[in-house]
């Protein structure tokens, strides 16, 4: 076969085989899509049925292939984490700046603390530090991972579960969204290299002089217009931010935070999203699920695993339940947003990509934090479905 023809069977079993079992499964009544797609990739990998299969895994998934796929895997990306970044809205977060820094700040650093402590003890064992990365790198980075809250599926969950305008959505949004900035901020002090320090500067300085002239010539753009322009700036920002040491999607992250979502159209915001998680995100999971690798014993890729979602879930509720504590929240409202938050998903994914881009995690660790972010997923939707009965919210 051609390599247009391979290509076009990878793309054919990428699209219609987590779909079909998703439909199969009952939709979204039984779980998310998106949570099909990331174990679908992960199947299709060579940990899993390239192993069993390994001459369909040569056949369909040649070099050739993966390359192309590749590449669509990093434009889609760049342009979801671009969306993420302007899906924050920081305006209310500012007006309501106590309770967001308390309830943020404390749902943030106790996931972090003790995902941190989870992985001093994964890397007392060989196997886990990347070999282009120090042990602290990759403990601030599992313990991040933890701490992580998957901004994009959070809004996808609110809109299933009819909170998208109700006070109690807006204010998990408001949570997230601080979570959200903290967790690009702690990356960048990840990736920083004393020899790359002067690129990375000149990257900061690059961004601070161009991201006001950005801001008032875009609402004078027309609304096409204004989507091209940020697709521009977009591209721009990725380039110099991995030119720099600090990973295009760094830069794609700010180049969409620095702007306004409303100048974009929220409506369309969501349907360029949801068009998004439909037409490229499955391209972008297959080829993290071709990253896996269960070299250290699929037993304790599993353990760790398990043990990153234990503590990355109790320090999430942890952290919030002491938020409710201080602010005087109803009772039952501290679990819902705790559950809330704590969902993992594509952020956390995208996040361990870089640090396995930058060899500060090892296939190991990047496959137990694809584990947890599954795990984390899965379980948010039932569980606060039930807490929101409890509270009639539902």
């Known amino acids: 076969m051609s390599v247009t ?29 998106v949570v099909v797609q990331i174990i679908g990739g992960i199947v299709l990998g060579p940990g899993a049925l390239g192993a069993v299969f390994p ?20 434009w889609g990306v760049m342009l979801f984490v671009w969306l993420a970044g302007l899906e924050l809205d920081l305006s209310e977060a500012w007006r309501q700046r106590r309770e967001t820094g308390i309830t943020s700040g404390l749902a943030l650093v106790v996931p972090l603390v003790l995902g941190s402590l989870a992985a001093l003890v994964l890397v007392q064992r060989p196997g886990w530090v990347g070999p282009g990365g120090a042990a602290w790198q990759t403990v601030l980075g599992l313990g991040m991972s933890c701490a992580v809250t998957a901004l994009p599926i959070l809004l996808m969950f609110l809109s299933n579960l009819d909170l998208m305008r109700h006070p109690l959505g807006q204010r998990i949004l408001r949570y997230a969204s601080l979570d959200d900035i903290a967790i690009w901020v702690v990356l960048a002090l990840i990736l920083m290299d004393v020899q790359q320090l002067s690129l990375q500067l000149g ?82 999971f297959l080829s993290t699920g071709l990253r896996t690798a269960w070299d250290m014993g699929g037993a304790s890729v599993f353990a760790a695993g398990l043990l990153l ?74 569980i606060v479905e039930r807490k929101l009965r409890r509270l009639g919210k539902s």
């Open 5 to 33: 023809e391979t290509f076009l069977i990878a793309l054919l079993i990428i699209f219609a085989v987590p779909y079909g079992l998703w439909r199969a499964l009952g939709g979204r009544n039984a779980l998310p899509l």
């Open 55 to 74: 001459d369909y895994y040569a056949t369909i998934f040649r070099p050739e292939v993966i390359s192309a796929l590749n590449g669509i895997a990093w």
């Open 203 to 284: 990257f900061a300085l690059f961004f601070a002089l161009l991201a006001e002239p950005m801001r008032r010539l875009i609402p004078r753009l027309r609304e096409n217009d204004r989507w091209a322009a940020g697709l521009i700036w977009m591209v721009g920002c990725g380039l110099f931010a991995d030119r720099a040491g600090l990973h295009y999607m760094v830069g794609a992250f700010l180049a969409g935070a620095v702007l306004d979502g409303k100048w974009f159209g929220h409506d369309r915001m969501a349907a360029f999203r949801d068009m998004l998680l439909l037409a490229l995100m499955p391209i972008f």
């Open 309 to 382: 979602l234990v503590v990355s879930v109790a320090g999430k509720l942890l952290g919030v339940h002491l938020a409710g504590r201080i602010l005087g929240w109803p009772k039952g409202e501290a679990a819902v947003i705790g559950w809330m938050l704590q969902t993992k998903a594509l952020i956390m994914i995208i996040f361990a990509n870089i640090l396995l881009d930058k060899a500060i995690i090892t296939s190991a660790s990047f496959t137990a934090l694809l584990l947890m972010a599954v795990g984390s997923t899965l379980l948010t939707m039932p």
